[in-house]
């Protein structure tokens, strides 16, 4: 079985002002698609994992084979971020999240505009490239390069930002800062919240 490229639901303009055409057809069409051609060509070198989810691979990255170990992780990692990702935003998201995962928030951070200050704090604070996370715990954790939460032994993430320049430097240059702000504008917080509901 090979891993192959994931749809986008939505048309490459829908995300408008925040997440440009341009940008989109660029992440998704040449760095996801390379992340999936890369890893479909290291597991040309062990079949017996051909058949294997791409988070399973992640959770057990210790049992595949060291020759294609790295490789793995890095396009394996990039695979299955932005196939979340692009999930994780949607021309109709934006404003505040409601039900369990509001009441969450709240417990954790006092209320939403401190979340999204603490989370947007992290992600500036990332060293190079890399991805900040919402964990189930209402914890903010990040992750350098391509690597995921569950290569760390943890859970499954709620919600995930890239903060890769290749995410936004069509967009938004060297400001990372812009991006974050733009950023909350479309997030779909209705699959955030059914995460946490599936998890709970």
Known sequence: MSFTLPK????YDALGKYISADIMKLHHDTHHQTYVDKLNAALEKAPALQDTSVEDLLRSLASVPEEIRMAVRNHGGGHYNHTLFWQWMSPDGGGEP?????????????????FVDTFNE?????FGSGWAWLMPDMSIITT????????????????????????????????????????????????VEARLTSIL
């Open 8 to 11: 986008l639901e939505y048309e």
């Open 98 to 114: 409601g039900g369990e995962l509001a009441v969450k928030i709240r417990e954790k951070y006092g209320n939403f505009q401190h």
């Open 122 to 126: 992290k992600s500036l604070g990332v």
């Open 144 to 191: 350098p390069n391509q690597d995921t939460p569950l290569g760390l032994g943890l859970s499954e993430p709620l919600l995930g930002l890239d903060v890769w320049e290749h995410a936004y430097y069509l967009d938004y240059k060297a400001s990372r800062a812009d991006y974050l702000n733009a950023w909350w504008n479309i997030v779909n917080w209705d699959l």
